[in-house]
């Protein structure tokens, strides 16, 4: 099994993909003779073909309209947006078109496609290359969420994203993708949709995340025993879209509090919603309020100032201690 860090495991799962189904394309901006920005469809080209893993134009609109269609006619598109926020100029066929072919169509049609989104701040980018929209498509019914945290996961989930019958948009973490190995297996393997992992099992407090801050709960987590105590089980979601909410009603009702960590604004974010719904579940279990660390509600700064935003284990543990001594 070889060791691979997360932008070889995305490679691995497209490579896995193209062989296991030939109604799987690959296209996006320079995903074909450069493979991708971040180089995760490298050789691909060159492997399977222009017919199979084509370069589009700048035209983020155009890209995912096209998709539409091959996807409702039998083709499994795999869409690179290059970065996050460049998903706005398709936010029109996104929402308008691609959830709602299966309700519009009653069925009829499908739309199987799959939206990579290298995703979040962290790695010194520019304006609009650092954005957490995951809370925008979450209130849009028809699309799944997925968003991985380590290679493993990364490769499992993308290869059942492509299988799944609906859109998913899939983000990466830019952040993630050269941090750390894993072991991943090479033949195909899936990870089901929907479904949370307890990453550290505890019984103090429950920290809720997912993707980027996967590293930053388990090592909050860490400094909490070590320094507090505190005994903090860690729950990387996984899924949004569809969410595994009995995992964490199953922990927030061991641990009797909660505090949620990810890194877009705080006002109306996905924690709010996951925030709504433990509240909801949970209510008679709770010992303290719900804590939340978040980013600001100012847009993502620019380069050093990328570390004033991003919630940082120092931020967690505060908010680990606030909701234990409550």
């Known amino acids: ?50 017919r199979r893993v084509f370069d589009t134009p700048l035209a983020e609109s155009g890209i995912v309209g096209t998709g539409i269609g091959m996807a409702a006619y039998g083709l499994r598109p795999v869409i690179e947006m290059q970065f996050e926020g460049f998903l706005a100029p398709a936010h029109e066929n996104l929402v308008n078109h691609v959830a709602r072919i299966r309700n519009r169509s009653r069925g009829r049609f499908t739309c199987p496609m799959v ?25 849009v019914p028809g699309l799944k969420l997925i ?36 072991e991943v297996p090479e033949d195909y393997y899936t990870i089901p949709l929907g479904k949370a ?13 997912y993707g980027s801050h996967v590293p930053t709960a388990l090592d ?7 320094e507090l105590g505190l005994s903090v089980e860690v729950i990387d979601l996984r899924s949004l879209v569809p969410l595994d909410l009995e995992t964490i009603v199953a922990s927030v009702n ?10 877009a604004p705080r006002t109306n ?42 919630p940082n284990p120092e931020r967690v543990l505060a908010a680990l201690e606030e909701v234990k001594t409550f």
């Open 1 to 50: 099994m070889a060791k691979m860090i997360m932008i070889q495991a995305v490679n691995d799962a497209l490579r896995t993909a193209l062989r296991h189904d030939p109604s799987v394309v690959i296209m996006g901006e320079d995903v074909g003779v450069n493979g991708g920005v971040f180089r995760a469809t490298d050789g691909l080209q060159k492997e399977f073909g222009e």
């Open 115 to 139: 939206i990579r989104l290298p995703a979040f701040g962290g790695i010194r980018a520019l304006e609009h290359h650092s954005e957490s929209i995951e809370g925008w498509y979450a209130n």
């Open 147 to 182: 968003c991985p945290s380590g290679p493993y996961d990364a490769k499992g989930l993308l290869l059942s994203a492509i299988a799944d019958p609906d859109p998913v948009l899939f983000f990466e973490p830019k952040r993630l993708y050269r941090s750390f190995r894993e």
């Open 197 to 209: 992992k307890v990453v550290r099992e505890g019984k103090n407090v429950s920290l809720i995340t």
């Open 220 to 226: 909050a987590a860490e400094r909490a025993q070590a």
């Open 254 to 263: 061991k641990t009797g509090r909660a505090v949620i960590l990810n890194e």
């Open 269 to 310: 974010s996905f924690a709010s919603e996951l925030a709504a719904q433990i509240a909801e579940h949970c209510f008679l279990h709770l010992e303290a309020p719900i804590g939340r660390v978040t980013g600001f509600d100012t847009p993502m700064p620019y380069l050093l100032n990328e570390d004033l935003y991003l």
